[in-house]
């Protein structure tokens, strides 16, 4: 029988990270995530995986050792919270532009500029639409649960390998602080030298008698080159779009009225289409697991069924952007949410869904 | 002798060192780079490094070292080297992992990066190039630019009211415990050629031996940026960039 456990997201995502045979985590320390590098500097996992765990000088350094850590072809890893993923974005950019795999953790709080250290989603944006400078896109998941946090980490690095291209866990404070029942995925060797080397023919791992060097860089100065390298990064992103989109959805069938909404306010919106349930009100919600790739198409079919669209973000209305652009103005589509580090409760919720479409009641 | 024989690579007593690639370099006639990569190149293959080595290349004139160097590479952000090396040095400890930094890499905006992993005691090699000015964006005042010395963004002279002092960085590390080397060397004459690359091979030996941070500074010239000739450049350096940088080992233990 499978061991449950109870532990917060933040303590999940380190025993999820040396589970999978992750070989490095750089991290600096910053509320509210920073259980995940004090976990693993208790459980020490250089003395049993050979796992390499250090706290960098700055959030700048840690992206930056996660550069270097992915350019071996290593699993690699940083976790953070908005400040501090801001600082990551010049290296996030670089990752990207340089083709390759790495993960990086941002279990949001209120902002902008120090703002505060309760929960928030108002880095939606920067997550999303790029964050960094350039055309660039990481695939970006936003776990609901404490389960979702330990699984993926396993999905997240999978992904990251298979189009070698960073992928963001998008969290919030709620879901990195709450302590919640989890099952911790199975715990595999990291990869040998070797297998590296298959895995990752392009990685700088030392010629080792390899007829070529590698040069990891995302340095093109010839722009006749370097649109046929944007040409490729275009072609990555096609290829996630069609075949990575995740999201869940909770009463759609017969749903008149949809929530959209991701991440731990996806389960506060789950509370208050029951009790719309219980008054006869036919309400649905769809949570996109992936917010990039988003589910446009789903959302696209579902405008087509119901009457009017509520987004409830812990924002001043950022993913409605995207709900509305995959909705094609079909139908209304408001936005209710809380700011500040505020987290609505489900009654909220729905006074902010018959506000916005009184004629639900009838 | 005919000149056909005296051009037979087989009677050549110089030539280009095996990993040096076969390109032309974008450095300017006269300029320090050049004989650096040189030095570098011969020791990898004199040492037996050549699949073990993985480079650092910085922002600056040194950010295509890659394409001259042949060797394994990853080119960092601006001033974030030091960064990337620790985790290619800590995630592949066989390797040997050097950085090839310029002032304003590794002195202005990297200097976060370079103390921290110093003073962890990283085991790299720092090749840290200082020509006292920006040379890739056009010569603007570098951190280690002299008092009274002329830039694109000094035109005038760097004036310690306005642009504060010249920062001797390379004095800085060498106080740190992590560091096991510090030296700083000059590549303007033969003689100091060969002192530069005995330097670089200890940093090199070092960084196998897991002994610490090694940090091998070259007071370098930069003749198109300071307006000179490669002659008066190396001059100008030996007279004025000494004084205020002087040459020798500031620590090796």
Redesign the interface.
């Known amino acids: 029988m499978e061991e449950v456990r109870l532990m917060k997201g933040n303590e999940a995502i380190a025993h999820a990270a040396i589970r999978y045979g992750c070989d490095g985590y750089f991290g600096y320390p910053i509320t509210p995530q920073s259980e995940v590098l004090e976990t693993l500097e208790a459980l020490m996992p250089w003395e049993t995986t050979g796992m390499t765990v250090l706290q960098a000088e700055s959030e700048v350094a840690a992206i930056n050792m996660v550069y270097g850590g992915a350019a071996t072809g290593k699993a690699v890893m940083t976790s953070s919270s908005s400040p501090g993923v801001s600082l990551k974005q010049e290296g996030i950019s670089y990752i990207a532009a340089s083709s390759l795999p790495a993960l990086i953790l941002n279990v949001m709080r209120g902002g902008p500029g120090l703002g505060t250290i309760q929960p928030s989603q108002a880095d939606y944006f920067q997550a999303v639409k790029g964050g960094g400078h350039g055309d660039y896109h990481m695939i970006v998941l936003a776990p609901s649960t404490v389960q979702e946090m330990a699984d993926f980490v396993g999905l997240g690095f999978d992904l990251a390998f298979k189009y070698r291209n960073p992928v963001l866990i998008l969290a919030d404070g709620i879901v990195g602080q709450m302590m919640e029942k989890v099952v911790l995925p199975p715990a595999r060797p990291r990869r040998t030298q070797q297998q590296i080397e298959e895995q990752c023919p392009w990685a700088a791992t030392g010629r080792h008698g390899r007829a070529h060097r590698n040069v990891v860089t995302s340095l093109e100065l010839d722009p006749a080159k370097m649109e046929l390298n944007n040409e490729r990064f275009q072609r990555t992103y096609a290829a996630i779009e069609a075949s990575e989109v995740r999201f869940a959805e909770h009463y759609t069938e017969d749903a008149e009225y949809l929530i959209v909404a991701f991440g731990s306010v996806a389960r506060i919106c789950l509370k208050a289409i029951e009790e719309a349930r219980g008054q006869g009100v036919k309400v649905g919600l769809l949570r996109p697991i992936t917010l990039w790739p988003f589910p446009k198409a789903e959302i696209d079919r579902l405008s087509k069924q119901v009457k009017g669209i509520l987004t409830v973000e812990l924002n001043a209305g950022q993913m409605i952007e995207d709900v509305r652009l995959a909705s094609q103005c079909r139908v209304p589509v408001a936005h209710f949410g809380r700011m500040g580090g505020i987290v609505p409760n489900p009654g909220e919720v729905l006074t902010a869904l018959f506000n916005h479409f009184p004629e639900a009641k009838q | 002798m005919k000149p056909e024989e005296i051009i037979d690579p087989a009677n050549r007593v110089y030539a280009r060192p095996r990993l040096l690639t076969e390109v032309n370099t974008h450095y300017c006639p006269g300029c320090s780079h050049g004989v650096v990569h040189r030095i570098i190149a011969e020791l990898l293959d004199e040492m037996g490094l050549?699949?073990?080595?993985?480079g650092?290349?910085p922002v600056g004139c040194a950010?295509?070292a890659?394409n001259y160097i042949?060797?394994?590479?990853?080119?960092?952000?601006h001033g974030?080297a030091p960064?990337?090396?620790?985790?290619?040095s800590?995630?592949?400890p066989?390797?040997l992992v050097f950085t090839y930094q310029g002032d304003g890499d590794l002195a202005a905006i990297g200097t976060?990066?370079t103390i921290?992993a110093a003073n962890r005691g990283e085991n790299i090699a720092i090749i840290f190039i200082n020509n006292a000015i920006y040379g890739m964006t056009g010569g603007q005042m570098a951190p280690t630019t002299l008092i009274g010395q002329r830039t694109a963004t000094t035109p005038y002279g760097r004036r310690v009211d306005l642009n504060g002092h010249p920062l001797n960085i390379t004095n800085l590390l060498a106080q740190l415990p992590g560091t096991c080397y510090v030296t700083r060397q000059s590549v303007h004459t033969a003689p100091a050629v060969r002192k530069a690359k005995n330097a670089i091979k200890k940093a090199f030996e070092n960084a196998m031996a897991k002994k610490g941070t090694s940090v091998v500074e070259i007071v370098s010239t930069c003749n198109s940026g300071w307006k000179m000739t490669p002659a008066q450049a190396n001059e100008w350096m030996a007279t004025h960039m000494t004084e205020h940088y002087p040459l020798g080992d500031l620590k090796n233990e």
């Open positions: 050549e699949d073990r080595a993985v650092v290349a950010v295509f890659y042949d060797v394994d590479w990853v080119e960092a952000a974030r960064a990337v090396a620790t985790a290619l800590r995630l592949s066989e390797n976060a990066e921290h």
